[in-house]
């Protein structure tokens, strides 16, 4: 029977031959993921379900990235790391990356991708909605709450219903003016929040797999922002590569079927598309550009799991270079790998991380910062009635912080370009 | 299980996240310490913008004043309730200020696993927009049994999609009960 990569993994998972959408089916998971603010909770659960000898079902298939508030005087966010830290001792978990020691790694998402724990056709769970964004490497990646990951904590399995898969795929290669972001942004504005809701995302064509492995992590990241339960895009020589560099964990690459069957299917030439924001306060709320250029910004904020990568900072970079930011500008690195680069990849000789200074905008430390807005000291946040373009991937109320604030959603190349003007402007006008 | 569910509505629209839901400044405070998890539901429903917070006229504070229970124990919602991200601190919210159970057209996945795999509240569906023919504060009776919602201060009565697949790990109370019941673990 014709199956989707992603009715593959989970059949394989399940020890199946064959799964069908809408079947509930238990799962074996081949890693668990979780961070500092739904850790100490899934811990708290995992110790009242199984007792004073509880047991975790496999330690080298926990991984534990504190990520979420890091830099911040807030004790009760700082006793959350502590539990952690406490709990990787307690327990000798080796896959622990603790705050304030050069394991430290920043956004979970990314530090999965970079410490080699994505691996083609294998399952990995996360405390996490956007742990969709492993599905980049053609394995299953789901977000679940404490309670669930619990359950995995302590049994290594979970049960969850085969998705039906909705198919867009977009042919051509794209213009210079295009990133991912436009891509799924137009995604969501065709499918709204929850056209994808207990769906599979599957993303295919040249315009695709012909970006780097981070590129694609930005359209699964946002998978979940059409309601999905994943993200995926089938492994490819580039990412073998990139595993293989990571890690010896054998994996295995899946394909859908040619005549797989799915609930929709979306095409895309890529060459004839825009340049698109998501506006206040949905990420569906699509527009082009070209529709809200002059809009006034207060703030520009380039960073997270989904725009903080190395090509979000080389594209906002190609745009910033020599020029001078008009409104506060925050530049935080998903990871602090992410924040080794910005000072080892250059433009004619010049380090990233000094032509965002030299630019004026300020670059922080890796974390998730003020992408969900975080405790009231965190870098880049939004306050008061601030309108904010940023290459995170939501923007719903209070999002950012401020419940009054605005936030648009947009490329790096957008946001830089908006950078230099303190109004949305089109990247166009800089290329 | 309660069989039967009775109190006031509260009532939202469309499309409400987990952000305004609780609002993630909030995910700092401990969710097993009983005095401090009140925290969650003192601020729960805080970030619902205030035109949209009780319909059909808003301005309705779900939360009054330095409490941490509302008034309200079932919540009325539209489609794609609990939208956004996997903070199971969202259902715990609701459930700490007092709600019993939702009801609305459609759920996030995260969200509705969240409310049936933690036991937190009841996640119904039905196929009717509700939040046109209820209003904030009406008096509801929840018949959990027979999936029927009656609207006893306008004496309408809607039927509710059945809770289908999961009403087992409902019945047993979560997830953790439902797999004891069922031998997969100790």
Redesign the interface.
């Known amino acids: 029977m014709s199956m989707t990569i992603t009715e593959k993994i989970l059949a394989k998972s399940s020890g199946r031959k064959v799964v069908q959408p809408g079947e ?1 089916i238990w799962l074996n998971v081949d890693v668990l993921m979780t961070h500092d ?2 850790g ?2 899934t811990i ?1 659960i995992w110790k009242r ?1 199984f007792g004073k000898d509880a047991k975790i079902w496999d330690k080298s298939k926990l991984v534990i990235f504190p990520d ?2 890091i830099f911040t005087k ?1 004790q ?2 700082n ?2 790391v502590d539990i952690l830290r406490q709990f990787a001792g307690e327990y000798g978990i080796n896959n622990y990356y603790d705050v304030g020691t050069e394991r430290y790694k920043g956004v979970c998402h990314i530090a999965l991708a970079e410490e080699g724990y994505n691996v083609p056709g294998t399952v990995l769970f ?4 956007h ?1 969709c964004t492993s599905g980049a490497f053609g394995m299953f990646s789901t ?6 990951a619990a ?1 995995i904590l ?2 290594g ?1 979970i049960w969850e ?1 085969v998705p039906e898969s909705l198919k867009f795929t977009f042919n051509g290669q794209l213009p210079p003016y295009l990133t991912a972001k436009d891509l799924i942004l137009q995604v969501l504005g065709d499918i709204t ?2 056209g994808g ?2 769906c599979a995302l599957e993303f295919d064509g040249e315009g695709v797999f012909s970006l780097p492995i981070d590129e694609r992590m930005t359209l699964t990241n946002m998978a979940i922002e059409g ?1 999905a ?1 994943n993200g995926i895009i089938a492994a490819d020589a580039i990412t073998e590569d990139y595993v293989k560099e990571r890690t010896n964990k054998p994996y295995e690459i899946f394909h859908s079927d040619s005549d797989a069957k799915y609930k929709k299917k979306f095409s895309y030439d890529v060459t004839k598309m825009e340049p698109h924001v998501a506006k206040p306060h ?1 990420p569906d709320n699509l527009d082009t550009v070209r529709n809200v250029q002059g809009t006034k910004l207060t703030k520009c904020y380039i960073g997270s799991c989904t725009g903080g990568k190395l090509s979000d900072y080389k594209a906002a970079a190609k745009i910033i270079f020599g020029n001078k930011v008009k409104v506060p500008t925050f530049i935080v690195p998903a990871s602090t790998q992410v924040a080794k680069q910005l000072d080892t990849e250059t433009i004619s000789g010049v380090s990233l991380r000094q032509i965002f200074e030299n630019a004026g905008a300020e670059v922080a430390q890796s974390s998730c910062a003020a992408c ?5 000291d965190t870098i880049g946040r939004a306050t008061d009635n601030e309108t904010v373009i940023s290459t995170t991937n ?1 923007n ?4 950012m ?1 401020s ?1 009054k604030s605005s936030v648009y959603l947009a490329s790096p190349l957008t946001v830089a370009a908006s950078s230099l003007t303190g109004v949305i402007t089109d990247p166009r006008d800089f290329l | 299980m309660e069989k039967i569910i009775k109190g006031k509505a509260y009532v939202l629209g469309n499309n409400i996240d987990t952000d305004q839901i609780i609002p993630a400044e909030h995910l700092v405070y401990s969710l097993t310490d009983p005095e401090e998890s009140k925290k969650y539901g003192h601020f729960a429903l805080s970030s619902v913008p205030p035109a949209q917070a009780g319909l059909p006229h808003g301005n309705i504070s779900f939360i009054k004043g330095d409490n941490y229970q509302s008034e309200f124990n079932i919540v009325i919602g539209g489609s794609n309730f609990g939208c956004g991200s996997s903070r199971e601190h969202a259902p715990f919210a609701l459930q700490i200020a007092g709600v019993q159970a939702i009801i609305a057209e459609s759920y996030a996945r995260i969200f509705f696993r969240n409310c049936v795999d933690g036991g937190f509240l009841l996640p119904y569906e039905t196929p009717a927009k509700l939040y046109d023919q209820i209003k904030t504060g009406d008096e509801l009776e929840l018949n959990v049994h027979d999936n029927i919602l009656k609207d006893l201060t306008t004496l309408k009565i809607f039927n509710l999609r059945p809770l289908g697949d999961i009403l087992p790990i409902i019945e047993a109370g979560d997830i953790f009960k439902y797999a004891r019941q069922s031998g997969m673990i100790a």
């Open positions: 509930n603010v739904c100490p909770p708290a379900e979420h508030y807030n009760q966010a006793r959350n996360g405390t996490d909605s742990t977000g679940v709450g404490n309670t669930d359950f302590g049994t399995k219903k929040t929850d809701t207990y309601g339960m949905s969900l807005g975080g405790p009231s939501r719903f109320p209070g999002r912080g419940k």
